[in-house]
T-cell receptor
């Protein structure tokens, strides 16, 4: 059974810092991995999706990497801003699991002024 | 307007009551999902539907039922609500025609069972 772990559970950084969020998974037979952002009282917003054949994806200040063999992904946020404060979730889609995502428990990020 | 909508956004009910949570989408996606989120836990899949006639149980389907009334509508029912069903419920959609199958989420329904 796939298990997804995110460390740390919470992180506070001053504005302007670059930061890395970590995601690890136990079963490397994945189809893709997604990073989501969750704001209080709102749904999940997909940030980046990495296919199993890819090593990284970039969108603006965000860069996600994937090392399938070691079961790890990182989300790098450059020049953090207070508006980046949210909970970040990673989720993996395993091959042969008919579109069922397995989610991590998230990292709650606070960017302070 | 939001592509994936959920009603109600908040609901308080009593133990033993039957309630229904509704999800509608305008994205034209064929696949729809219901998840629940509990504090400190990841989202868990309750039910999923690949089309109107294809409904499948997820990890935690006990105590829940669903109805796919049309491609755009997917409802979740709690037949007899109990306090440990207090959670945040999310509906999501995806398009099987795309290679990536990104899932798009609604805003969630916060349910409190007393």
């Amino acid at each position: 059974k796939q298990e997804v772990t995110q460390i740390p559970a919470a992180l506070s950084v001053p504005e302007g810092e670059n930061l890395v969020l970590n995601c690890s998974f136990t079963d490397s037979a994945i189809y893709n991995l997604q990073w989501f952002r969750q704001d209080p009282g709102k749904g999940l917003t997909s940030l980046l999706l990495i296919q199993s054949s890819q090593r990284e994806q970039t969108s603006g200040r965000l860069n996600a990497s994937l090392d399938k063999s070691s079961g790890r992904s990182t989300l790098y946020i450059a020049a953090s801003q207070p508006g980046d404060s949210a909970t970040y979730l990673c989720a993996v889609l395993n091959t042969g699991t008919a579109s069922k995502l397995t989610f991590g428990t998230g990292t709650r990020l606070q960017v302070t002024l | 307007d939001a592509d994936v909508t959920q009603t109600p956004r908040n609901r308080i009910t009593k133990t033993g009551k039957r309630i229904m949570l509704e999800c509608s989408q305008t994205k034209g996606h064929d696949r729809m999902y219901w998840y629940r989120q509990d504090p400190g836990l990841g989202l868990q899949l309750i039910y999923y539907s690949f089309d109107v006639k294809d409904i499948n149980k997820g990890e935690i389907s006990d105590g829940y039922s669903v109805s796919r009334q049309a491609q755009a509508k997917f409802s979740l029912s709690l037949e007899s609500a109990i306090p440990n069903q207090t959670a945040l419920y999310f509906c999501a959609t995806s398009d099987s025609r795309t290679r990536q199958e990104t899932q798009y989420f609604g805003p969630g329904t916060r349910l409190l069972v007393l």
